[in-house]
């Protein structure tokens, strides 16, 4: 083992030096290196028989760290082969017969072997050669490092007292520096114990650098930690000063514990709530971790919101609704004129409600243009019913969260809307409106319209998880009414979850009996007139709803009573005999408000050329879509102007493909598009138009404008064209037919199609239009082309005519023109 050992010690380049026996003292978590003095108390049997021996010998001893210092009774490989030789300055017997020791470190040793093991340890040692002092320049750079790192560690290091900093500072020899400063770093047993195994001053010297550089770093994080929590700390001690101060006060005024008050209100609260056991278990864990924390503390703040939305939320709070049918049906009536369908689906529920005592609410769509009742008609169902009513906005909405709420784990987390629309309600079966459904957008934060398709399936909505609440509330009870503007806005999946209705707009005459009996009443009372002889005439609200208004709703109407109210209020107040009768006649609308807006009824005065009248299915209703069409001498180009969408631009180019397929029977020249260009316009050209329905309109046109064949003035038409001159079935007809009743239209063309959509159209509608349904265009020529005299085809000068038209080739009664007279 001897020759090991000393094999070891060359190959470690260590020099030798003379072999000893000594007695070897085991120590635990601390390396002793040379020219250290190191106070230890010593406990073990063993350690004290050594200390014994070496104090009888010359007062030498070796001192070896243990590689484990849980270990009472080290054996030979739990102790490190390098240790120090060190002697015993001072021991003082304790009380407890434990040991007080003073020993200091002499130099390294190696142990070679192990003499014995009882009663104490001893060893043959070796010592490490006498070193020499290294010098050149990389030592003098490490030496100042060490002495400028050092320096900042003192500062850092408490521990580290300045005596030690000043003698650390005049050490000037590598090794002694080495030793002297890894004594007081804060390192683990390993890496000391490297250092004392080290041989080399100047790798000793690197070492020490760069273990005390990384010790300061740890120090400075230290720093800046320690401060911060002083900081917290030093908040948090004043916070609690206050507010134990403001408890004794309070305690010496004889008030209560504010907060174990709170408590106990909401113990109360939770007694007395009827709420599903599932929602109670959650509340009642709830309350018991507030019970535990500090009012003050943000997380409290947190817990307390939940348990109060919990408590607020009507969970099993269902209101006795309305089961009177007949009473049921005169509110509705009375709210609203007209709106038969929906009025219908509302009374259907009630009747079935009735007989069954748990049903599943409905969930409807109203759909229509603005301002034909459909948020007023939501109000006026929860009047009936007799439930609570809600209404939130879904226009704008974009973000998932706000249908499912914030998850607590977000500052100011709140519900999603359907949840607090309910806490508003305070009850669990209301009239839920949810408006404007089909105005929703989406974007990075989700799709809002996804989250209501859980809300608005009465398949999923008795489990409707809000993020916020996490934990399962039933909708079946409650009733959702959503209305819209234009159905295709809404996507499919949602449509697919909701009983759509149809909201059209109104006629004229439902308008005048809406104004009669609602808006003027509403109006007069709100512009403080209801006690003043104020009376409007029925032809002066024909006049407002013909001349000031042009919409499929009464919003606008409305606007319009209400403006003559404020003129005649002031009247009224400036006036000093003010019981004088007020009523307000054409005559008078003109006078308060001003010239005529729209026309009505002057459809064109005489028939024109390439002048064409069709109906459009617009967000407000129906309107009249007034189509034309110019030829001028060209090279076959077709111009499209109007805004029109892609839909109708592909109906522009079917609808001219199949007036050149039947040039022949029009008169006109085989290649008659090769010489001119085509020119279509569709006026206001700053809205957008699009759809297939004007295909019938635009081969009219433009059948009109090629052979110079006059459109009656009194006829209006709609359909979709294909390249084999069918009509094919469009959409809206009841708003369109609306708008050519309106605008004084007698003759309106549909496809035959949509003869099936007659029977939803009022019949005082009907008896005011001549519907005329058409399979094919040829049908569609002969009611809208009026044949002249042929002078009138040709006029002076009209060469583009000239060139295009064959007179003598017109076949009139191919097309379904009657001949006109004088016609050769």
Excluded at 366 to 377: A, N, R, Y
Excluded at 561 to 570: D, E, N, W
Aim: proline share 5%.
């Amino acid at each position: 083992m001897s020759e090991e050992r000393s094999a070891e010690t060359q190959a470690g380049g260590a020099p030798e030096g003379d072999a000893r026996v000594l007695p070897l003292l085991p120590i635990r978590d601390i390396v002793v290196f040379p020219n250290m003095v190191a106070p230890l108390f010593i406990g073990r049997p063993k350690s004290i028989r050594a200390l014994e021996q070496a104090v009888s010998r010359g007062r030498e001893l070796v001192l070896a760290a243990q590689r484990s210092a849980e270990k009472d009774e080290p054996g030979v490989d739990d102790i490190y082969p390098v240790g120090t030789l060190g002697q015993v300055i001072q021991l003082m017997r304790l009380p407890d017969q434990n040991v007080k020791v003073l020993i200091e470190g002499k130099s390294r040793a190696r142990i070679l072997r192990f003499t014995q093991e009882k009663p104490c340890f001893a060893c043959e040692i070796e010592l490490f050669g006498k070193e020499n002092a290294p010098d050149g320049p990389k030592v003098d750079v490490l030496l100042r490092g060490i002495h400028a790192a050092f320096e900042n560690y003192a500062k850092l290091n408490k521990k580290v007292s300045s005596e030690v900093q000043e003698n650390v500072a005049r050490i000037q020899q590598a090794s002694r520096l080495s030793d002297a400063v890894a004594t007081h770093l804060n390192v683990k047993l390993e890496d000391r114990q490297r250092l004392l195994e080290m041989a080399d001053p100047v790798e000793r010297l690197e070492e020490v650098y760069a273990l005390l550089q990384a010790d300061i770093e740890v120090l400075e994080v230290d720093k800046r930690i320690r401060g911060r929590v002083k900081n917290q700390l030093e908040k948090s001690q004043k916070e609690y000063y206050l507010n134990e101060q403001m408890r004794a006060i309070q305690k010496e005024l004889g008030e209560r514990d504010e907060f174990k008050n709170e408590i106990s209100e909401l113990d109360e609260q939770l007694e007395a709530k009827q709420m599903p056991d599932e929602a109670r278990e959650r509340c009642a864990k709830e309350i018991k971790k507030l019970k535990m924390m500090s009012p003050m503390s943000a997380e409290a703040t947190v817990v307390r919101n939940y348990i109060d939305w919990m408590l607020a939320l009507p969970w099993l709070s269902n209101k006795e609704q309305n089961k009177d049918i007949a009473g049921a049906e005169r509110i509705l009536n009375e709210d609203h004129f007209g709106l038969d369908k929906p009025k219908q689906r509302i009374l259907e529920f009630l009747a079935v409600q009735t007989l069954v005592e748990t049903m599943k609410g409905p969930i409807l769509c109203l759909v229509g243009p603005p301002g034909v009742g459909k948020t007023s008609l939501g109000r006026s169902i929860a009047r009936a019913t007799d439930r609570d009513f809600v209404r939130i906005s879904l226009g704008g909405v974009r973000d998932e969260a706000e249908i499912r709420g914030h998850r607590r784990t977000y500052i100011g987390a709140l519900p999603g809307k359907i949840l607090q629309g309910l806490k508003r309600a305070g009850s669990g079966n209301p009239i839920f409106l949810l408006d404007e459904v089909d105005k929703m957008s989406m974007d990075f934060r989700g799709d809002p319209s996804s989250a209501l398709l859980e809300v608005l399936d009465p398949e999923q909505n008795h489990t409707f998880n809000d993020h916020y609440l996490d934990i399962d509330y039933d909708l079946s009870s409650v009733m959702f009414v959503c209305t819209a503007n234009v159905l295709q806005e809404i996507p499919r999946p949602l449509q697919d979850r909701m009983e759509i209705i149809q909201l059209p707009g109104y006629i004229e005459s439902e308008k005048l009996q809406i104004a009669r009996e609602h808006l003027v009443r509403k109006q007069l009372e709100a512009n403080g007139l209801k006690a003043s002889p104020v009376e409007f005439s029925d032809a002066g609200l024909l006049e407002l709803i013909r001349y000031h208004t042009r919409e499929s709703g009464v919003r606008g109407l409305e606007r319009e009573i209400a403006s003559i109210c404020r003129k005649v209020a002031r009247e009224v107040v400036e006036k000093t005999k003010r019981e004088s009768q007020i009523r307000i006649t054409p005559a008078q609308v003109k006078k308060l408000l001003g010239i005529r807006r729209y026309r009505h009824g002057e459809i064109e005065e005489e028939d024109r050329v390439g002048l064409c009248t069709g109906l459009a299915y617009t967000d407000a209703g129906g309107e009249l879509l007034q189509t034309e069409v110019a030829v001028v001498p060209g090279k076959g180009k077709l111009v499209v102007t109007g805004r029109l969408g892609e839909v109708m631009q592909e109906s522009a180019n079917a609808a001219l493909s199949y007036v050149r397929s039947r040039a022949k029977q029009l008169g006109l020249v085989p290649d008659f598009y090769s010489k001119v260009d085509i020119h279509i316009h569709v006026p206001e050209g700053a809205t957008p138009k699009d759809g297939p329905s004007a295909g019938i309109t635009i081969a009219t046109a433009a059948a009109s404008a090629l052979t110079r064949v006059p459109i009656r003035a009194n006829v209006a038409m709609t359909g979709e064209i294909t390249l084999r001159g069918r009509v094919l079935p469009i959409g809206g007809l009841k708003e369109k037919l609306i708008a050519a009743h309106r605008s004084g239209i007698d003759t309106v063309v549909i496809p035959r199609r949509n003869e099936k959509d007659l029977k939803e159209i009022p019949s005082h509608l009907k008896r005011g239009l001549n519907l005329l349904p058409v399979d094919h265009m040829d049908e569609v020529f002969g009611a809208a082309l009026a044949l002249e005299d042929v002078s009138g085809f040709l006029q002076e000068g009209d060469h583009v005519v000239e060139a295009i038209f064959d007179v003598s080739a017109v076949r009139p009664e191919e097309i379904g023109v009657t001949h006109p007279a004088g016609m050769n």
